[in-house]
């Protein structure tokens, strides 16, 4: 039996087929992946600029523009810190505070690799070898016995024309309390410790330029930063400790207030 002549467009078109797929291979079946670069695993990435934008960019911002967190941006801190310091926070976070540990150890994502990367990156970036030159930085972290009465006194120095005379942004030119429980359940006292230091965004100076004739020593910091700390309540509504109830203003009289004999004219 002869095929018809209608059926010869159809072997033709099957003859055509199978010629385009001897000549082209395999290599153009549909769905088939192209000759593209596989994605890298994410325990493969080595790169500072990925790490930094992938893990640390959302909190602590880019050199261009500050985030909620510490500038890391910032010479002084990184120059405080040091990079075991920097190292030591990547991998186990900070306890009393919202930074997590990212490395693998501690319950995170990073090798110990990417950790080594974004801490040295973070350096190279944006450290200055000569931050500190000339300064008598405090130490990155406590070692002085702390005294909340005297900070109360470096706060009233240093800080209230910003902060106000409590803490609280009143009559200060930065609108927010810095002593609110709130606040102060959000971050640690190493966290207060290092933006005392190294400033806060370009907005905050770090311990040297809010007065370079009479910088911050380490004892003021540490006295400071227990005095903030001391607001802070284990329970919402919790009292205050006396060396953190706010500075009393100086009583008044009003014209409704009786005179004492003694004040009384004849």
Known sequence: MKPSRHSFPVIFSAVVSFVALSVLGCGKLPGKPGPEPEVARPDHVLDFDTLYKQN??????????????????NPVYLATAGEGNIVEVLEHGR?????????????????????????????????????????????????????????????????????????DGAGGDVKGSIIDPAFLALVSDQNLRSIVIAGMNPDMPNFHDQDPAHP??????????AWV????????????????APIPAPARKTKHETSSPQEMKP
């Open 229 to 244: 700390a001391s607001h802070r309540t284990a329970l919402a509504g919790a009292p205050l400790s006396e060396a953190a």
């Open 95 to 167: 306890p009393g505070g919202l930074m997590p540990a990212f490395a693998q150890s501690g319950g995170g994502m990073l090798t110990d690799r990417q950790v080594q990367v974004l801490a040295k990156g973070m350096i190279a970036a944006w450290g200055k070898p000569d931050a500190l030159s000339g300064m008598a930085a405090p130490t990155y972290k406590a070692l002085l016995k702390a005294d909340p009465a005297a900070g109360r006194k470096v706060f009233a120095t240093y800080c209230a024309s910003c902060h106000g005379a409590n803490g």
């Open 56 to 73: 640390c960019v959302a909190c602590h911002g880019d050199q261009k523009n500050p985030g909620p967190a510490i500038w890391l941006a």
């Open 216 to 225: 911050l020593t380490d004892q003021n910091v540490t006295d400071v930063v």
